[in-house]
């Protein structure tokens, strides 16, 4: 079947200038994440979307930064006035509840978008 | 002290060896445990969950030890198909109000060489 989609698959912009990321999640996940990986960094979480709830931004670096999901599904991450030190992949994971033991759930990633600031 | 460290690598093995990759995690209510690997310039796939009495699948070998708080993976008779990024996932404590994040390892750089 389908796996995460994110688009686009590269991006260069200018400083200064707004971006937005999409994520396309695997139909029927229920849960959303963003994350950003630079360069020989490891997965820095910044959103988590859950169903209808109220979604988790606590990793989100700066108010530039902002994500929504819209009908439970596909979701944008927006990113303004973008800095050189936003350079990175970020990298959208979906996931589906499997019983209570939630904390076992697999997350599968999406292939990620690579974003270069100049 | 960061909340999962790796061994920072990278490790450059011959076909056949066997390696093995420790990680450490600072929270000690942690749950749950994975394995990711990451080939380069791609997304992050789930290697193998890891369980407290430890598990085995095919070549790969997984441990918990939790009184010293680390998770190690094993890999026997390395292939070339082996090189990766190995990235350890841990998960606070199920019920507590963020089980569902996955905090990463910086990963560790694998190569398999012929």
């Known amino acids: 079947g389908a796996g995460v989609s994110q688009s686009p698959s590269n991006k260069v912009t200018e400083k200064g200038k707004d971006v937005e990321l999409r994520c396309d999640p695997i139909?029927?996940?229920?849960?959303l994440y963003w994350y950003r990986q630079s360069l020989g960094q490891g997965l820095e979480f910044l959103i988590y979307?859950?169903?209808?709830?109220?979604?988790?931004k606590s990793g989100l670096p700066s108010d530039r930064f902002s994500a929504e999901r819209t009908g439970g599904s596909v979701s944008t991450l927006t990113i303004q006035r973008t800095q050189q030190e936003d350079s990175a992949v970020y990298l959208c994971a979906s996931r589906i509840r499997q019983g209570p033991y939630l904390s076992t759930d697999t997350q599968y990633f999406g292939p990620g978008t690579r974003l270069t600031v100049l | 002290r960061k909340e999962v460290e790796q061994d920072p690598g990278p490790f450059n093995v011959p076909e056949g060896a066997t390696v093995a990759f420790n990680c450490t995690y600072s929270?000690?209510?942690?749950?749950?445990f994975f394995w990711y690997r990451q080939d380069c310039r791609k997304e992050p796939k789930l290697l193998m969950s890891?369980?407290?009495s430890g598990n085995e699948d095919g070549r790969f070998t997984a441990q918990l030890n939790r009184a010293s708080q680390y998770i190690s993976l094993l890999i026997r008779d390395s292939k070339l198909s082996d090189s990766a990024t190995y990235l350890c996932?841990?998960?606070?404590?199920?019920?507590?109000?963020?089980?569902?994040?996955?905090?990463f390892g910086k990963g560790t750089l694998l190569t398999v060489n012929p």
């Open positions: 139909s029927g996940h229920t849960a």
């Open positions: 890891v369980y407290s």
């Open positions: 996932v841990v998960i606070p404590l199920l019920g507590g109000g963020s089980n569902y994040k996955l905090t």
């Open positions: 979307f859950q169903g209808n709830s109220a979604p988790d």
């Open positions: 929270n000690s209510a942690s749950q749950s």
